[in-house]
Nanobody, 120 residues
Framework: VQLQASGGGLVQAGGSLRLSCAAS????????MFWFRQSPGKEREFVAS????????FYADSVKGRFIISRDGAQNTVYLQMNSLKPEDTAVYSC??????????????WGQGTLVTVSS
């Protein structure tokens, strides 16, 4: 499956941004979808994941209550709504896909990243 992320940009602290990730190539419904992020000098970290049905979601503690992951089967797209953004959310955000949904999963398929910069 091919993944194309978009929606990154520059936003002030406290603001919101919505990332999108369009999937193609294989049936979208087969895959749990993920968002990861990586800041300069840091390891890549799990942000959120959503099951194939959309009924099960997982979030990193650092974003819980601020970020919402969702998916649209008709558009073959997964979203990450990011609210109350903080400077520490600055990172390259990447989407990924796998048959399993848990936060410990290392997804099989990855898209390119989109840069989110949060200014203080």
């Amino acid at each position: 499956v091919q993944l194309q992320a978009s929606g990154g940009g520059l936003v002030q602290a406290g603001g919101s941004l919505r990332l999108s990730c369009a999937a193609s190539g294989r049936p979208f419904r087969r895959y749990a979808m993920f968002w990861f992020r990586q800041s300069p000098g840091k390891e890549r970290e799990f942000v959120a994941s959503i099951s194939q049905s959309g009924y099960t979601t997982f979030y990193a503690d650092s974003v819980k209550g601020r970020f919402i992951i969702s998916r649209d089967g008709a558009q073959n797209t997964v979203y990450l709504q990011m609210n109350s953004l903080k400077p520490e959310d600055t990172a390259v955000y990447s989407c990924a896909a796998d048959a399993d949904v848990g936060p410990a999963v290392v997804p099989e398929y990855w898209g390119q990243g989109t840069l989110v910069t949060v200014s203080s």
